[in-house]
């Protein structure tokens, strides 16, 4: 089992971007690459309505075109946000959790128009914390 994972800086940038777009509701994707290195953060939707409160529902047909679009890449695992919420992830976030899978949840902070990251939170299966990188852009 890893103990970390590393966003390259094409991934890390589309991570933020994700993740700090204004949205009421989670925001939920996919992280793409192989071994340790994420090389790509794809989004999903979040199928769960809004008045349901926190959350995300996503659907399978989504990920298995998503996997199939970047068949060259594993899927390392997914990422969603916590508006103003622990960083921790919930008994449900653990459950729906593929076998194998990791988890970055990123801790949002602020109003949902203008959202700043507060906190990065990784883990893997049953709730084992991993160390999540950034790999710095060359000079
Ligand atoms: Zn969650």
Do not use: K
Not at 27 to 44: F, I, K, N, P, S
Not at 91 to 100: E, F, K, Q, T, V
Not at 102 to 130: F, K, M, N, T
Request: aromatic share 6%; charged share 20%.
């Amino acid at each position: 089992m890893r103990d970390f994972i590393r966003f390259l800086p094409n991934a890390r940038d589309a991570l933020f971007r994700i993740c700090l777009s204004p949205s009421r509701q989670e925001q939920v994707g996919l992280l793409l690459g192989d071994d340790t290195d994420v090389r790509h953060v794809v989004a999903l939707t979040n199928l769960r309505p809004v008045i349901q409160g926190h959350g995300f529902r996503i659907a399978q047909g989504e990920i298995d075109r998503l996997r199939d679009a970047h068949s060259g890449h594993t899927v390392l695992g997914r990422f969603h946000t916590h508006p103003n919420t622990s960083a921790r992830p919930s008994n449900s976030d653990i459950a729906s959790l593929p076998p194998g899978w990791c988890e970055v949840i990123v801790r949002l902070s602020g109003r949902w128009q203008a959202p700043q990251v507060a906190q990065i939170h990784g883990y893997c299966g049953a709730d084992v914390p991993i160390s999540v990188m950034f790999q710095e852009r060359a000079a």
